[in-house]
């Protein structure tokens, strides 16, 4: 008698797992459709916005909220806002890329710095072909104040991708693969402040219009997410001897 109670133990935890297992996949397919629903959204509100941009040669809102937002004079703000874009013109974003991705490849995650390059080239390759297809002018300095003229086309922001691209996908890594504490902590914070700061500093610049962000935001969402993918689908193909972040091994059975 004493031994049917481990069993029944067992067949009890057997059955709460194999439940929760089950209740788990309408929860996953529920995720999954919501972020394919918000792919085609952004991929839609892209479009739309391309078609304006392409078709109309300025819209009144983006003076004004460049107007706005170059009227803040709090002290070191431009200086600030200089600083938050500097990371984002060559030379320095090149040795910076090359940098951390060594970094990245130094602590053993060589399929994480592979994909930390793709995240960088692919974002910057899609925003050289969008640039070149729409040919949107620069804002001009008899509009609004231009801190540094620019000579290359405008939409979309090639900032605001590159930083969504790479550091929105070093900011995945993070999530991914450090466990909660301070140093991921300030790793999100950071380099989320940097996605989130370099738009309205490009506009305060008075090198993009406001709309060339959004539509840097939005398809620069996309190339990460597609980037994300490709990580996920490579990580347990390629690499998985590595030191750290292995795939995790398959069952023998």
């Not at 481990?6 to 397919?29: M, T």
Request: aromatic share 14%.
């Amino acid at each position: 008698m004493p031994d049917k109670v481990p069993d029944e133990n067992i067949k009890e935890a057997a059955h709460l797992s194999a439940r929760d297992e089950c209740a788990s996949v309408p929860v996953l397919r529920y995720r999954a459709a919501l972020v394919h629903i918000a792919l085609v959204l952004l991929a839609g509100a892209f479009a739309v916005l391309t078609f304006y941009v392409k078709t109309m040669p300025s819209f009144a809102i983006d003076l004004q909220i460049t107007k706005a937002i170059q009227l803040i004079n709090f002290p070191f703000f431009a200086s600030f806002m200089r600083l938050v874009s500097w990371p984002g013109f060559v030379p320095q974003s090149v040795i910076i890329t090359a940098l951390v991705i060594l970094l990245i490849y130094s602590f053993g995650l060589q399929w994480e710095s592979v994909m930390a390059f793709v995240a960088a080239s692919f974002s910057t390759g899609i925003n050289l072909m969008v640039k070149d297809l729409i040919q949107r002018p620069r804002p001009t300095s008899n509009l609004i104040n231009v801190f540094a003229k620019l000579t290359d086309s405008s939409f979309p922001s090639g900032h605001v991708m590159f930083y969504i691209g790479f550091y929105g996908f070093i900011g995945f890594l993070a999530f991914s693969l450090i466990k909660p504490s301070l140093i991921r902590s300030f790793l999100l914070a950071f380099f989320g402040g940097l996605v989130v700061l370099i738009g309205a500093s490009r506009i305060y610049l008075g090198q993009h219009w406001a709309s060339d962000v959004l539509g840097a935001y939005l398809l620069g969402s996309l190339t990460l997410e597609a980037c994300i993918q490709i990580y996920l689908w490579g990580k347990t193909r390629f690499f998985v001897h590595q030191p750290m972040a292995a795939a995790e091994p398959q069952s023998d059975a």
